[in-house]
């Protein structure tokens, strides 16, 4: 195509823009809030999957010791621990300790806990970590077997269970994503379809005229699906900039979930980027092209 | 060549045409005369593609128009001028902008687009008139502004209707030498028109048509 005739039916899309401001804007900040959404998913994935395969590099056990256990049982525990070559306990949370962080955590909601049985039924818990190049997948069964052997030992979590529940969380959150994205990118086409349908109504004494003089169906079409390619381009731009500006508000202070500092938040890789940016551009022109294949029958 | 075999139209119950048979040479003058309701209109849009006939067929330069795909149809557009009677003006354009549409879709370069619509609007005596709006211009001058964006990509054929409705009779004679000129360059000029004294006035051949029938063809 000639230089000079894509020059002309761009500056036709930048007029169509120009003219239906609004409608415009309404329907770019629809697209947006969209792929914000899947954004801020996608977010939550990339992280979820980063920490889940931080911990495939470690090896970890919990062990929760029965509130009415005592201080016996919590030291045979440590002695086992102490005896267990390649394993260290890096932390002991008591069950007072457990009780004050769950009130932390549950804020105006606190109250409930009063209504507990007292003593706190909460169970101390003892964190352990293994050396990797000691320990392998027998010598966990072998120590949580050890453990639980001990009276007053209520439960012990090995990582390799922690891994299991959280990659059935992934597969979960992956399923719903697929559900998610598809869902709203057919809200994202309805919106560019219904946006390019306005401005298609607006000037459709131009469409009409131009076909008159001899206009082709593309010739007319075309500033439709540039118009739908910006509103991509801008809500795509917008979105992964918003999607960004909250990333640097997430991580630059430390995420605590349930009072206990979580790993690094990490952003979206540049290829998934890409990707919904690519997404929105795409949406964007298929969207006009809908719309205009419905409406043009001049 | 311009040939309608057996060409008759209908709208629901109401005839517009019935079996009407003509052979318009190239490059010549013709107009089509007859009361409101005569068909005038109607054989003029469906030369022009905009309807399709009921039956019978419309050859142009050899092209079916039955036949036509809707691509092909658009360039063959290109190639016919048509000066609606309400003109068909674009409110939000200016007049330069309203001719230069016509040679835009065509794909032609800036440089001649503004050349020859300067051209064009000059010899209609429009060339002050560039910049203003239609709802600015009085019905002549957006009457002239239409003929201007008919004939400003140097049509095949040129087809009117009722071009010099809104004129009076010095600019009426005015646009008919323009027309006539178009034609001196081998353009076939069909005007719809039922304004007796300008038939009386131009000697070129008249087509009568009466009840969607021709009449009189001489």
Same mark, same amino acid.
């Given at each position: ?83 267990? !070559?390649?394993?260290?306990? /890096?932390?002991? $949370?008591?069950?007072? @300790? ?6 932390? =955590? +549950?804020? %105006? ?38 453990? !639980?052997?001990?009276?007053? /030992?209520?439960? $012990?979590?090995?990582? @390799? ?6 990659? =059935? +969380?992934? %597969? ?127 | ?218």
């Amino acid at each position: 195509m000639k230089i000079y005739l894509i020059v002309y039916l761009f500056r036709q899309a930048m007029a169509g823009l120009r003219a239906n401001r609004m409608v415009q804007l309404i329907g770019i900040g629809t697209m947006t809030v969209s792929l914000l959404i899947f954004g801020f998913f996608l977010l939550l994935f990339v992280n979820l999957n980063t920490w889940v395969r931080g911990w495939g590099d470690s090896l970890f056990a919990s062990v929760y010791i029965r509130s009415d256990a005592g201080e016996p049982v919590k030291q045979q525990v440590e002695g086992f621990i102490a005896s267990f !070559e390649g394993a260290e306990c /890096v932390r002991t $949370v008591s069950s007072e @300790e457990a009780m004050q962080i769950l009130r932390r =955590a +549950l804020g %105006d909601q606190k109250e409930i806990l009063d209504d507990l049985p007292d003593p706190n039924p909460l169970p101390t818990a003892l964190d352990v970590i293994f050396k990797a190049t000691e320990v392998d997948g027998d010598d966990l069964l072998e120590f949580k077997r050890g453990v !639980e052997a001990v009276p007053g /030992v209520d439960e $012990v979590v090995l990582s @390799e269970d922690w891994r299991g529940r959280a990659h =059935a +969380l992934l %597969d979960v959150l992956r399923i719903g994503g697929t559900v998610l994205g598809g869902l709203l990118a057919v809200g994202v086409l309805f919106i560019v379809v219904n946006t390019i349908k306005l401005t298609i109504y607006s000037r459709r004494e131009e469409i009409e005229i131009s076909k008159l003089v001899g206009a082709t169906d593309w010739f007319v079409k075309t500033p439709f699906l540039l118009e739908g390619l910006v509103q991509g381009v801008l809500s795509g731009a917008a979105s992964l900039g918003i999607l960004y500006l909250s990333y640097l508000l997430l991580s630059a202070r430390e995420i605590r979930w349930m009072d206990i500092p979580v790993l690094e938040v990490v952003f979206v890789p540049p290829h998934l980027l890409l990707a919904l940016f690519a997404g929105s551009m795409l949406l964007g022109v298929f969207g006009s092209l809908i719309a205009v294949s419905r409406f043009f029958d001049v | 060549m311009i040939q309608l075999f057996r060409l008759s139209k209908s709208f629901g119950a109401c005839v517009a045409l019935k079996d009407v048979n003509l052979t318009l040479n190239t490059g010549e003058f013709i107009f089509l005369t007859g009361p409101s309701g005569a068909g005038k209109t109607t054989l003029l849009r469906l030369i022009f593609g905009s309807e399709k006939p009921t039956s019978g067929g419309i050859l142009i330069h050899g092209i079916n128009l039955s036949r036509i795909s809707r691509s092909n149809l658009d360039l063959l557009r290109r190639k016919i001028g048509f000066v609606f009677q309400d003109f068909k003006l674009l409110p939000g354009k200016t007049v330069f902008e309203n001719v230069a549409l016509a040679l835009e879709v065509c794909g032609e370069r800036p440089g001649v687009i503004r050349k020859k619509t300067h051209q064009t609007l000059r010899s209609l005596g429009l060339a002050d008139k560039e910049s203003m709006f239609p709802l600015e211009l009085s019905g002549g001058e957006q009457q002239r502004v239409a003929i201007a964006r008919a004939i400003v990509k140097d049509p095949l054929i040129l087809l009117a209707d009722e071009p010099t409705g809104n004129l009076d009779w010095d600019l009426t004679l005015e646009i008919m030498h323009v027309l006539r000129k178009i034609q001196a360059k081998g353009t076939t000029v069909i005007i719809a028109t039922h304004n007796r004294e300008l038939l009386e006035e131009m000697g070129h051949r008249r087509i009568r048509l009466d009840r969607g029938a021709v009449l009189d063809d001489p």
